[in-house]
């Protein structure tokens, strides 16, 4: 008897490539993007791969051209997606905001680097948690994932894609500058392995089309431009036909329906990893980079008695709630280590509402948390 | 029925309520009579057409048009156009753009559109002002002028809009007036037929928020402006820069035949798959794009320069 | 095997990130194990710090960077004077001699990579594939076979033969300094009794 051989293949890639994989995978065909550290990589892997398959790379003179050109790239019918880190993310909010709006899906990868401002540009960060979530102007729901493996990189990108297809919304993925450049042996699955969402078509007459119409999804059908359905796109808020409106209640019909294509969703988009959390009593909740710094961490405070647990996030917006909230009722005292002030700790406070413990472990200098220093915090708690 | 009401019926969507958001009297309207127009003499299908606009008073336009329209944020329209193009080189893109959209927000994108040749017509409508929001000084504010924001005469220089594009790089460039409506139709024509970038300056009035603060009389006054102020392009070439002063050319400025990004494009994706796909059959050349990605990451991870 | 950590440090422009790539895909990709490689660098291309790490395991790799390399590559005088205290209690120190003059133990591996590459190869390029055919041997972590593979699969065409000789000219230089060394160590324990 022979083993049953992988159809796929292991690789040895960085982070920043593993997500033009993903994203290849998910049928990625058009990538604008601006050079910056540390996300260039991924610009770069772009530029010679999507040629081969007859996608488009564009080099933009910005960030918010970069966003911009992709957003009408996927009006056109093609899936698509930039890179970029602090600096650019931030001239990219006003965009990312248009597509909220207009329901263009798109996948924006921040590959997160100290900040505020040009900051740390070769150091890691996590300090765009919050800005990932509130970054662009007025009230809006949005999709918010974080790798912390390489694997990671490939499978999230491709989950990205797949989100932001089957709730027409912009996703974010963040990385950050140690997720990016690790170089790990991954698995690349063969196409027949994975999963990929297309966007839901119209298949109506165009004469009965109507481009923002309710339904039961919430998500309504999306044409490309060129095929006999002409509709209107605009960042103003609009009518079930797309025409601006500033009528109360369809206003409110709008804005009520983009929550719920995300709320009425949430357990589809709600994502956690666990790790011997049955019997915990200390509970360290991290994402990305650091995460891996607490999984040692966990299991060294294991090896010496003490009963820790780990809550890896991965979608970080909408927060987990359902997930996390039965854990923090259930151990005697969270940790949360971050690398910024304070971003997630502050989300899982205003979710535990003052019943468990949760003390913050909080580094800003450019360097990564080290499973040492989370084991020392949770040797005395 | 008329030629117009026929015209009228094709273009204009039905179903989205008239009257337009324009004051009465505005060169916005004249555009847009001149775009469909221009576009119905290609005898391109609507199916085929998008409309992108900026923000601003011409930013409106996409909305009353039955086409593909895009109404985007300040300044990027040439961007989402961009995109769109490159994902299907089939639409013919036309992107509305105003004066400040165009040559103060989005002025980094119009230069870069133009230098790419991206094949786009864009059609920037210049009034002098930012209307929408209440008269402000835009880069093409004419020195002294008053504005709501230059209260004791503008010392800014104002922007040529035609003639910046010629030196970006634009393959087509040239500049109507809204008086001159039926050259407009044929400029705007020539524009959208014109591969490569095809820039169409429309000189047009805002009688309410720029005449109104500069003496220069009503929306009729300031069309008349335009008739005096206009030199055909031909005419021009003869006259002395001192004949010139105050006036302004109209006509194609420019016309060059040039490459078009979306070929030059296919060059590339022509090499990549030769390096990929023709590499794995004659193993040298993928070991050579190979070597050469290696030989790069060999030399440091990162281009490490702080932008 | 245990996680085993190494850490490749000097000046940007030695060579050391490939090194590391190639390193990480010889034990990966070619030998099985799990492997995680990670940097440090400056803004700078040429002539800043350069840190590259390892971590190879037969388990799921965790935290990805070294916490306590088992095995040290100094290329220059600061970086073995920058992470000599990092190294882990009995870890193994290998050092350029051609840089590094002042050792900071005796239990120091001195191989002196970029003369060796100078004299032997006819340009220093080569140093840090010989400092990676040294490790190979010194560490015991990755097969040489693999290590060969990974390399030649890695560096441009037409230039697998000098790269197989500066792994060869690395890996005979490690053998010799480990006899040398055994030999002391033998002459101190007998020295002892």
């Known amino acids: 008897m022979t083993a049953k051989r992988s159809p796929g293949r292991q690789v040895l890639l960085q982070g920043n490539e593993a997500v033009v994989e993903g994203a290849l995978a998910a049928g990625c065909l058009f990538f604008a993007g601006y050079p910056i550290t540390p996300a260039t990589e991924i610009s770069e892997v772009m530029s010679y791969r999507l040629p081969a398959v007859d996608g488009t790379f564009i080099q933009m003179e910005d960030e918010i051209a970069s966003l911009g050109a992709v957003i009408g790239a996927s009006l056109a019918g093609v899936k698509s997606m930039t890179a970029t880190s602090g600096p650019g993310f931030s001239l990219m909010q006003e965009n990312l905001g248009f597509a909220c709006v207009a329901e263009v899906p798109c996948v924006v990868v921040n590959v997160m680097r100290g900040g505020p401002s040009t900051g740390l540009p070769t150091n890691v960060s996590q300090g765009d948690v919050m800005q990932s979530r509130w970054g662009t102007h007025g009230d809006h729901p949005i999709i918010v994932l974080a790798a912390s493996t390489t694997q990671d990189c490939f499978s999230l990108t491709l989950r990205a894609f797949n989100l932001s297809e089957k709730y027409r919304t912009p996703v974010i993925l963040l990385l950050d500058e140690v997720v990016a450049h690790t170089r790990e042996k991954i698995y690349l699955p063969h196409p027949d392995e994975i999963e990929v969402i297309d966007r839901i078509r119209p298949n109506m007459p165009p004469d009965w089309y109507i481009p923002y119409e309710d339904n039961s999804r919430g998500v309504p059908p999306m044409s490309p431009f060129g095929e006999g359905y002409r509709y209107h796109v605009t960042g103003l808020v609009h009518d079930v036909r797309g025409f601006p409106t500033q009528r109360s209640e369809e206003i409110v019909g709008f804005m009520n329906r983009l929550f719920r294509k995300i709320n009425q969703n949430f357990f589809d988009i709600q994502q956690i990893g666990e790790e011997m959390i049955e019997d915990a009593e200390l509970v360290v909740m991290a994402y990305g980079s650091v995460s891996r710094s607490a999984r040692r961490a966990v299991r060294e405070a294991r090896e010496r008695g003490i009963k820790a647990g780990l809550v890896q996030l991965i979608s970080l917006w909408p927060f987990p709630r359902q997930a996390v909230e039965p854990i923090l009722r259930q151990v005697r005292a969270v940790l949360v280590p971050e690398l910024n002030m304070g971003q997630m700790s502050r989300e899982i406070k205003r979710v535990n509402q003052g019943q468990t413990r949760i003390e913050t472990l909080n580094r800003i200098d450019g360097s990564l948390i080290g499973p040492n220093e989370i084991l020392t915090r949770l040797l005395r708690m | ?307 | 095997m245990q996680r085993y950590e190494i850490r490749l440090s000097g000046s940007g422009g030695q060579g050391l990130i490939f090194a590391g790539i190639v390193l990480a895909e010889a034990a990966g990709i070619h030998d099985g194990k799990f492997v995680c490689q990670t940097q440090s660098y400056g803004p700078e291309s040429r002539g800043g710090a350069s840190k590259a790490e390892v971590v190879i395991s037969d388990e799921e790799i965790d935290y990805p960077k070294s916490v306590k390399p088992d095995l040290l590559l100094a290329m220059n005088q600061k970086s073995c004077d920058s992470y000599f205290f990092d190294l882990k209690p009995r870890g193994i120190l290998v050092v350029d001699s051609t840089f590094v003059r002042q050792l900071p133990t005796t239990r120091a591996t001195s191989i002196p990579f970029t003369l060796l590459a100078r004299e032997k190869l006819g340009k220093e390029i080569g140093a840090n594939i010989i400092a990676l055919g040294a490790i190979a041997v010194l560490s015991g972590v990755v097969s040489l076979k693999s290590l060969e593979a990974a390399l030649t699969n890695r560096v441009p065409k037409g230039s697998e033969d000098f790269n197989r000789k500066a792994l060869k000219i690395g890996i005979e230089a490690a053998r010799d300094a480990m006899k040398q060394k055994a030999g002391i160590e033998e002459y101190e324990d007998s020295s002892d009794q």
């Not at chain 2, 989205?16 to 505005?26: L, M």
């Not at chain 2, 705007?188 to 109104?212: D, N, P, T």
Request: with cysteine; net charge positive.
């Open chain 2, 1 to 307: 029925m008329a030629e117009a009401t026929k015209l009228i019926h094709k273009y204009l969507r039905h179903d989205k309520k008239f009257p337009h958001v324009w004051c009465p009297g505005c060169g916005n309207g004249i555009l847009l009579g001149s775009l469909i127009r221009g576009i119905d003499r290609t005898g391109i299908e609507k199916d085929d057409i998008v409309i992108v606009s900026g923000i601003g008073c011409s930013g409106r336009l996409s909305v009353y048009v039955d086409f593909n329209t895009v109404h985007t944020t300040h300044g990027r329209a040439l961007t989402f156009a961009t995109g769109i193009k490159l994902a299907n080189p089939k639409l013919n893109v036309i992107v509305i753009m105003g004066d400040g959209d165009a040559t103060a927000i989005g002025g980094n994108h119009f230069i870069h559109a133009a230098r790419r040749n991206l094949d786009l017509t864009a059609i920037v409508v210049n009034n002098n002002i930012y209307g929408m929001t209440g008269g402000q000084y835009s880069p093409t504010t004419p020195y002294g002028a008053m504005a709501a924001t230059s209260l004791y005469g503008n010392i800014e220089h104002a922007f040529s809009i035609a003639e910046l594009a010629v030196m970006a790089g634009a393959g087509m460039v040239s500049r109507g007036t809204v008086y001159h409506a039926a050259m407009l139709d044929d400029l705007i024509e020539k524009a959208i037929l014109r591969r490569g970038f095809a820039v169409v300056e429309v000189m047009s009035h805002c009688h309410v928020q720029y005449g109104r603060r500069n003496k220069m009389g009503d929306a009729v006054d300031m069309l008349r402006l335009q008739k005096e102020s206009a030199v055909r392009a031909e005419k021009a070439a003869q006259m002395s820069e001192q004949e010139m002063r105050g006036r302004f050319t109209i006509g194609v400025l420019a016309d060059r035949e040039m490459p078009v990004y979306t070929e030059e494009y296919e060059k590339v994706r022509k090499a990549a798959k030769e390096m990929m796909d023709g590499g794995r059959k004659a193993e040298g050349e993928e070991a050579k794009a190979q070597g050469k990605r290696r030989k790069r990451e060999n030399e440091g991870q990162a281009r490490h320069a702080e932008i």
